[in-house]
């Protein structure tokens, strides 16, 4: 049985094309990508050793094994870093952990303040499973009508990959999927990614597996929205950790005027009610 860890270098090897490293081409391969010999080769490490990692049956490789894995993979910084929390809670696999189950979803007073000053800006707090936890009344105006607020607990994941309305409300929906997919990976602990994935594998089916599976960090470059009223929206995004909650403060900034302007002609529509 496979790990996260051993799938996101398989993933990785996968999508290397050897010319691109300065390796010679050795006729053709079984499968696409960097071939083992040549990876354990740049890693410094046996083939046979790459392979126990990547099955799954050596769980605990070492720093200096997970950082030369990443110097052969070439992986940038944020890959890097994801490759060390994949190591990390591989290595705690072996350990008995608590059944699956949701996360927390209080906000404390003090961050719950600091949305309040935000208004009438957009901004919301949420965690890594997508949890809509408190939202200003511009968060309700930039997604009214869209469908991801119906319900008392609003699930960002759940209606990227569920709701068809997404596809259309998010201009680049496949960005947008991979985002909350990956973001699965950082959950406030492994046994709420885990309640939050088994709930969304059975319906959303093949294309929330595939995208949780390959383990492509996202760029979170510009945010563009099809809002129901028209206009699209494009929108930067300024993130600020909780980290002590696990959770996230996230603002959304028109980026450019047309945006601004469309933005205010919807809060000029008859308010909606402010943090919830």
Known sequence: MGTPLGDFIRAKRDGIQPETLGLPERGRRRSPGLR????????????????????????????????ALADALSLDAAERTHLRYLAKITGGACTAHRSPAPPRREVRPALLRTLRLLEPGIAVVTNRLGDILARTSGYELLTAGTGLLDGDTPNLTRYVFTDPR??????????????????????PSVENSEWLSAELAPVAGPEFTRRMNRHTVPRRGMLRLNHPTGPELRLTRETLE???????????????????????????RPRLRAIS
Do not use: C, K
């Not at 980290?243 to 809060?267: H, I, M, N, Y």
């Open 36 to 67: 083992r010999l040549d990876l354990a080769a740049r890693a410094g490490i046996s083939v046979e050793y790459l392979t126990r990692i990547e099955q799954g049956r050596d769980r605990n490789p070492s720093v200096s094994v997970v950082n």
């Open 166 to 187: 997404a596809r259309s409300f998010f201009a680049d929906w496949a960005e947008a999927a991979d985002e909350q997919a990956f973001d699965l990976w950082l959950g």
């Open 242 to 268: 909780a980290s002590a909650d696990a959770q996230q403060l996230v603002v959304f900034l028109p980026a450019d005027e047309e945006t601004a302007t469309a933005v205010e002609r919807l809060r000029e």
